[in-house]
């Protein structure tokens, strides 16, 4: 299994707070020790009006800046928004050639759907949009194609035109789709695409059965869209690697991660209900594959503070605006397998199991939440010393 980052470019912080500057020159820091460190794929995510959540607004930019602070490390979309009324395939095509060109053949291409305020920003036709995504990612390997290109279906006319530039890597860069539940990892693997999902404290089972259902599409993949079929999987969770289990507590991540989990039901306009079901283990269809909510859920004014779950009664008190004890959140934590925080020994552990389930990668978020960002800097070069050597 290889070893990754996934990066939100997130700081829990209100507009009015964000530095950009500040928080751009921190995420290069962390780019160029992951490069050092051996880790394989840099992802940047694509977010729009989620200021605490994302200020990652335009990935191929930040990516192309770190190819600049970079020598070796792949990198990675995770996804660019694909509905037509965000990005026409065209400038997607466009502005991922020209990142692969300017980091010399190392991009990974991710294409997402996306939800919530940003569709709302954009105008996205919901019932259309899984269909735009699906023929977004068929299309942008044949304008890649030497030659011109044309297109014409019942939802895009492009007329003969030839698509530039092309990028480095032939026959083109691996094509990836973000999935969210059974349903469209087993749509990955029918476009042959590989599959770029979320394993937050969710039980090591669902990680294998959405690497079933995305194995289930590839056996039924005649028409890759691509050149050929990228076939990995790769997810991403909470990391917070650390020398002791005394420095993990002190650092705060325990609680950076429940803000994280917290704040994404709103992202993304789903019931917080179906994020807490995937603490309590509950088989679900992926807590971001129900129907959008059309409003963020207001903070419940009856929430249990002593739910039988610890967890859960710790995101609530939170929410409350309670005071947390570091160790009671690292404790209530601990027993969950797909967050990994800790010292050297049980991060390594926990990747263990998640290579287990054959993931062929783990994408480790190491800034999220009020991290502080020198913390999450020493995360990337403990794990880079100490872990993803054996991974390699």
């Known amino acids: 299994m290889k070893l990754d980052i996934f990066s939100e470019i997130q700081s829990a912080q209100p507009s009015s707070e964000i530095d950009a500057a500040a928080i751009v020159q921190e995420t290069i820091d962390q780019a160029r020790a992951a490069d050092a460190g051996g880790f394989d794929c840099w992802w940047s995510v694509e977010h729009h009006s989620a200021a605490a959540f994302s200020i990652s607004s335009a990935p191929e930019m930040m990516l192309t800046v770190l190819a600049q602070h970079t020598d070796r490390i792949r990198l990675g979309t995770s996804g660019i ?194 994020w807490l079901n995937l603490i309590r283990g509950l088989r679900g269809e992926g807590a971001a594959s129900k129907p959008m909510l059309d409003a963020p859920e207001p903070a419940p004014t009856d929430a249990d503070l002593n739910d039988p779950v610890p967890l859960i009664a710790l995101m609530n008190r939170q929410r409350a605006g309670q005071k947390l004890d570091p160790e009671e959140v690292f404790d209530a934590m601990e027993p969950f397998d797909t967050c990994v925080i800790g010292d050297v020994d049980s991060c390594r552990s926990k990747l263990r199991a998640f290579e287990a389930t054959g993931l062929d990668r783990l994408m480790c978020m190491v800034q999220f939440g009020k991290l502080a960002p020198e913390a999450a800097l020493r995360s990337i070069e403990i794990l880079g010393k100490q872990i993803v050597p054996e991974f390699s």
Not at 205 to 232: D, M, W
Request: charged residues 20%; contains cysteine; hydrophobic residues 45%.
């Open 81 to 274: 928004l694909a509905p037509f009324a965000i990005h026409h395939p065209v400038r997607i095509a466009e502005r991922a050639a020209w990142l692969d060109v300017f980091s010399g053949g190392r991009l990974e291409l991710g294409l997402a759907r996306s939800g919530g305020a940003e569709w709302e920003i954009f105008g996205v036709d919901a019932e259309r949009s899984r269909a735009e995504v699906r023929e977004s990612l068929r299309m942008i390997p044949k304008m890649w194609a030497p030659g011109s290109f044309s297109w014409n279906s019942e939802l895009i006319r492009i007329p003969e035109r030839e698509i530039m530039p092309k990028p480095i890597q032939g026959p083109h860069p691996p094509l990836w789709l973000t999935v969210t539940g059974p349903d469209s990892c087993e749509q990955a693997g029918l476009l042959g695409v590989g599959m770029l999902g979320s394993a937050n404290f969710s039980p090591l089972e669902h990680v294998t059965l959405a690497i079933e259902s995305y194995e289930k599409g590839l056996a039924k993949c005649e028409a890759p869209a691509g050149s050929f079929i990228n076939r990995q999987t790769a997810m991403f969770t909470i990391v917070h690697c650390a020398e002791s289990r005394d420095e993990a507590i002190e650092s705060g991540a325990a609680e950076a991660a429940l803000w994280f989990m917290n704040e994404a039901p709103s992202v993304f306009r789903v019931a917080r209900e179906g």
